[in-house]
T-cell receptor, first 118, second 115 residues
């Protein structure tokens, strides 16, 4: 069965420093997609970055980059130059692409609560 | 462009009652998915609707049901509420173009408390 593991329940980072949030996944499928979402206290899940299993380059979106190590089944999120507004829950998620057309089912990890200190 | 809208934002019910939650997807999005979020279990997939048909379903009892209307708006219903149903219920919409990198756009959720 597919599974996402986030081993850091909480992380602290100093403002303007970089931080890495860990994510490992387990799947027997060759085709899958990996996502990171941010959930502020308002509750809304905000898409941050995507990495496909066949993508050879690590994904980047502004201050966010994904450190994808396929052999280790690892998809860590790196946030550069942390800002106070980055304080939130961060979720790693996976989609199995062989899902018969269904796109809505993401498997989520338990999340990491990031706190940015001024 | 308006985001995903969920109503109501907060809801308090008692055990045994039923509840209906509403979700209006982003205009043009054809797929609506529902998730339950609790501190203990995290985010769990409930079901997905596409073109008024349930396309996928998570591992939840039959008390949890949903539907989608022709305008893509969706409702989910929980009957015979239990204390364990207290959770944040998130709705997400997507274009459903079948692309690998298709993002889900989430609403702010409905916080349901069962007393």
């Amino acid at each position: 069965a597919q599974k996402i593991t986030q081993t850091q329940p909480g992380m602290f980072v100093q403002e303007k420093e970089a931080v890495t949030l860990d994510c490992t996944y387990d799947t027997s499928d060759q085709s899958y997609g990996l996502f990171w979402y941010k959930q502020p206290s308002s509750g809304e899940m905000i898409f941050l970055i995507y990495q496909g299993s066949y993508d050879e380059q690590n994904a980047t979106e502004g201050r966010y980059s994904l450190n994808f190590q396929k052999a280790r089944k690892s998809a860590n999120l790196v946030i550069s130059a942390s800002q106070l507004g980055d304080s939130a829950m961060y979720f790693c998620a996976m989609r199995d692409m062989n899902y018969g057309g269904s796109q809505g089912n993401l498997i989520f990890g338990k999340g990491t609560k990031l706190s940015v200190k001024p | 462009k308006a985001g995903v809208t969920q109503t109501p934002r907060y809801l308090i019910k008692t055990r045994g009652q039923q509840v209906t939650l509403s979700c209006s997807p982003i205009s043009g999005h054809r797929s609506v998915s529902w998730y339950q979020q609790t501190p203990g279990q995290g985010l769990q997939f409930l079901f997905e609707y596409f073109s008024e048909t349930q396309r996928n379903k998570g591992n939840f009892p039959g008390r949890f049901s949903g539907r989608q209307f022709s305008n893509s708006r969706s409702e989910m219903n929980v009957s015979t509420l239990e204390l364990g149903d207290s959770a944040l219920y998130l709705c997400a919409s997507s274009l459903a173009e079948g692309l690998a990198n298709e993002k889900l756009f989430f609403g702010s959720g409905t916080q349901l408390s069962v007393l």
